[in-house]
């Protein structure tokens, strides 16, 4: 990972860098800085402010309102981060202004709402991780099921407060932003940004998990139901952007 964002960002070395959304331990932070860039900053609102190394620190901040100065940073990139952003269209704008002109926003991340397990089940309880990999929901069902049809389902296989824990993640958790792929696409299109890279990507690991679960009548109610929709089989968005 830490090449191909070198490689698109053209190089690492002597830049200001950005990461949005770091992850909490500031593992992603301290892997770029280790390819020799003036300064990394991890940005995340959960993370307590802290130095990682000479040229690397950690800051809590929300990426749509910072007060960083016009054209700071010579790269911004994100990783597993966008999905969870509100209004990303205003922290498109911001981390636009935040880059020098020629500045290179790299970004990946997914599950996006729009995918099989969009619903992003990422939870504990009774310390044990419950996620969209150990437990295999009906493919669709934060698009197709209803709360009651769902905690049926989950009643099948786990007890009643789990159950219930489940159903109200996929139904309430406020950690999605619940763009669709085609939201992305117009969100990003219409921005200041030159679009080098737009791509979505697949997960063959996790289509082995719930492919075998997808039939006619799923997808039939997908497009019937979200006509102005179609890229569903799309796990998450992969973007090189240029100022």
Request: charged share 20%; hydrophobic share 35%; aromatic share 14%.
């Amino acid at each position: 990972m830490i090449d191909k964002i070198a490689s698109f960002c053209g190089g690492l070395k002597n830049k200001t860098i950005l990461d949005v959304g770091c992850d909490l331990e500031g593992k992603l932070v301290q892997q770029l800085a280790s390819l020799q860039p003036k300064e990394v900053i991890g940005l995340n609102p959960a993370v307590q402010d802290q130095e990682l190394s000479p040229n690397s620190r950690l800051e809590s901040g929300d990426i749509r309102h910072t007060g960083y100065a016009d054209g700071y940073f010579d790269n911004i990139v994100s990783v597993s981060a966008f999905e969870h952003i509100h209004d990303l269209e205003t922290a498109i704008q911001e981390m636009y202004r935040l880059l020098k002109p020629g500045g290179t926003l790299y970004s990946i991340f997914g599950p996006i709402w729009s995918g099989i397990c969009g619903h992003h089940l990422w939870f504990e309880y009774h310390n044990q991780l419950y996620n969209y990999w150990n437990v295999i929901l009906p493919p669709f069902c934060h698009l197709l099921m209803n709360s009651s049809a769902l905690l049926k389902f989950c009643q099948n296989y786990f007890p009643q407060d789990l159950s219930s824990q489940i159903v109200e993640y996929v139904d309430g958790c406020p950690d999605q932003n619940r763009l669709f792929y085609e939201d992305y696409e117009h969100l990003i299109r219409s921005s200041k940004f030159r679009v080098l890279l737009f791509r979505g990507y697949d997960n063959p690991e996790m289509n082995k998990l719930y492919d075998p679960f997808i039939s006619q009548n799923t997808l039939n109610l997908l497009y019937f139901k979200y006509p102005n929709h179609s890229n569903f089989f799309y796990i998450g968005i992969e973007m090189v952007l240029k100022k």
